[in-house]
């Protein structure tokens, strides 16, 4: 049973440019949600995607967007990237019918932007 | 809104000792659950425990107990006979009702468990 699965592992940008990530959900898993962890901080909401629309959002700019597919996998989008987007990027998938809230992560994304 | 702090940033112990880690929450919600989560250097955040607002059992698993008091707001983590393994970052985190509710982390509690 796979679990979830992030790419790419490491990414380097430049300031002004594009990016998108991607997540796999874990098999089963219909809900897709997106964090991003600073150094040195706890993971931060970003948004949520379920039944391919953003369910609930964080406190993240416009230039944070993403989209979910009907295999329940899913893209975030990051425009106009700044020195302060660098972090790791983390997935998590649940499945909307578990009313306990429990989340599976992936094992990130390292985004550093130069 | 919901707000987890976890006061201690580092602790260092010796093989061995045991460790508790703190984590008080604030939520205005009846209902809700609270978790640990294990981030080692690869950075995978490796689920520990849930635990929802209704049950204030403690549970033990192996060298790991959790210790739940809703009168203080307060979920903390010990870990009996500490292991070199056990190094890592470890963040505690609170979700609201809903089935997909998001989960507000603290800033994390790093162990290191010194040979």
Do not use: M
Request: net charge neutral; hydrophobic share 30%.
């Amino acid at each position: 049973d796979a679990g979830v699965t992030q790419s790419p592992t490491h990414l380097i940008k430049t300031r002004g440019q594009q990016v998108t990530l991607r997540c796999s959900p874990k098999s089963g898993h219909d809900t897709v949600s997106w964090y991003q962890q600073a150094l040195g901080q706890g993971p931060q909401f970003i948004f949520q995607y379920y039944e391919e629309e953003e369910r609930q959002r964080g406190n993240f700019p416009d230039r944070f967007s993403g989209h979910q597919f009907p295999n329940y996998s899913s893209e975030l989008n990051v425009n106009a990237l700044l020195l302060g987007d660098s972090a790791l990027y983390l997935c998590a998938s649940s499945f909307s019918r578990l009313g306990s809230g429990e989340q599976y992560f992936g094992p990130g994304t390292r985004l550093t932007v130069t | 809104a919901q707000k987890v702090t976890q006061a201690q940033t580092e602790i260092s112990v010796v093989e061995k000792e045991d460790v508790t880690l703190d984590c008080v929450y604030e939520t205005r919600d009846t209902t809700y659950y609270l978790f640990w989560y294990k981030q080692p250097p690869s950075g995978e955040l490796v689920f520990l425990i849930r635990r929802n607002s209704f049950d204030e059992q403690n549970e033990i698993s192996g060298r790991y107990s959790w210790n739940f008091q809703k009168s203080t707001s307060s979920f903390n983590f010990t870990i009996t006979a500490s292991q070199v393994v056990d190094s890592a970052v470890y963040f505690c985190a609170l979700s609201g009702p809903g089935a997909n509710s998001k989960l507000t982390f603290g800033k994390g509690i790093t162990l290191s468990v010194r040979p």
